[in-house]
């Protein structure tokens, strides 16, 4: 059955490896927030801090994990508060078309917002029944299961609502801006008309 699931060029590792660009921020509660900024239907910018993100009601997903770099871990069992509800407490502009995800030191992915919004996205607190290890993205991560895991940003800090697509972070550094895991969208050389920003 995981073989199935596995897209091309992907294995299924002894273990589950840890990937992570930079060093493992320290998470501070009384100073950590969330913010949802850009593109709001009200102009404004909206702020979580860490209490308030921490009530947010929360669901239950169980998908598999695709790394750029080959390996999926099949089966994981996140919870967390979904784009859904966090779109319902700051709504974005009738005209946004894609959010940047922004996260500790400035890293960000961009996504499409018909990925953003898709059932299995999750803003993930839990893996397994438990919080999230600091290097797996404690407090708060977001989890793409059907993009390369690139895109399922650690350390998540805000959402920018945006007009028009932009690169972020590994995008602008030539990985490809969509990310599908089953067409094998690793680079950026890779991309047709239309599957990056103009």
């Known amino acids: 059955m995981e073989e199935s699931r596995l897209p091309p060029g992907q294995y299924v590792p002894r273990g589950r490896p840890v990937i992570h660009y930079g060093r493992v921020p320290q998470f501070k509660p009384e100073t950590w927030?969330?913010?949802?900024?850009?593109?709001?239907?009200?102009?404004?910018?909206?702020?979580?801090?860490?209490?308030?993100?921490?009530?947010?009601?929360r669901v239950?997903?169980?998908?598999?994990?695709?790394?750029?770099?080959?390996?999926s871990l099949m089966a994981n069992e996140w919870r967390g508060v979904t784009p859904a509800t966090l779109m319902a407490a700051a709504p974005p502009d009738p005209g946004v078309s894609h959010v940047m995800i922004w996260a500790e030191y400035g890293y960000s992915a961009n996504l499409r917002m018909s990925d953003f919004a898709a059932p299995d996205?999750?803003?993930?607190?839990?893996?397994d029944e438990k919080p999230l290890s600091?290097?797996?993205g404690h407090p708060v991560r977001?989890?793409?299961?059907?993009?390369?895991?690139?895109?399922?940003?650690?350390?998540?800090?805000?959402?920018?609502?945006?007009?028009?697509?932009?690169?972020?972070?590994?995008?602008?550094?030539?990985?490809?801006?969509?990310?599908?895991?089953w067409r094998e969208q690793r680079y950026s050389y890779q991309e047709e008309p239309g599957e990056g920003p103009p």
């Open 33 to 57: 927030d969330f913010k949802v900024f850009g593109a709001t239907a009200s102009g404004e910018e909206h702020r979580f801090t860490w209490g308030e993100f921490e009530s947010l009601p």
């Open 60 to 71: 239950t997903r169980v998908a598999d994990f695709h790394c750029v770099t080959k390996f």
């Open 121 to 127: 996205t999750l803003f993930a607190m839990e893996l």
């Open 134 to 136: 600091a290097e797996r």
């Open 142 to 181: 977001i989890v793409v299961p059907h993009l390369y895991a690139w895109k399922s940003v650690k350390w998540v800090r805000a959402i920018e609502y945006l007009l028009e697509d932009r690169r972020g972070f590994w995008e602008e550094r030539g990985y490809h801006n969509v990310a599908d895991p």
